[in-house]
């Protein structure tokens, strides 16, 4: 399998990686996904760090957000391609949220990254 790491300028470099569990490998695809949903979808419609709407939120911000999104889940109301772009925008948020309690010291304390 080919996975992408970051190196120190910032570029994706691809390595082959023997061995990758099944799991892994869902998750890598799925993340080239999510990658190019924020590439080419949400930096194009809302801009990026630090200059979107997203990076003044609150971690309570990104987890009212992440609810918004799960609540639809079994509507499917917008049919089945919206459905698969929820999850992207998921596990976009999830990344969000990972990066405000990392900077925040694990999820206590308080947020560095935006207002509460």
């Keep these: ?23 892994g490998q869902q998750w890598f695809e799925f993340a080239n996904q999510v990658f190019t949903h924020i590439e080419d979808y949400t930096v194009l419609q809302y801009g990026g760090m630090p200059d979107d709407q997203a990076s003044g939120f609150t971690i309570r911000d990104v987890a009212q957000n992440m609810r918004r999104y799960l609540n639809r889940v079994e509507s499917n109301a917008r049919g089945p391609q919206e ?29 560095t990254t935006g207002k509460r």
Excluded: P
């Excluded at 910032?10 to 099944?22: A, D, H, I, L, P």
């Design 83 to 111: 459905a698969l772009r929820d999850c992207l925008k998921l596990a976009h948020y999830a990344c969000m949220l990972h990066e405000k309690m990392t900077n925040q010291g694990g999820g206590h304390g308080q947020d």
């Design 1 to 23: 399998m080919t996975r992408c790491t970051i190196d120190m300028a910032g570029q994706c470099r691809f390595v082959e990686q023997e061995n990758t569990s099944w799991r």
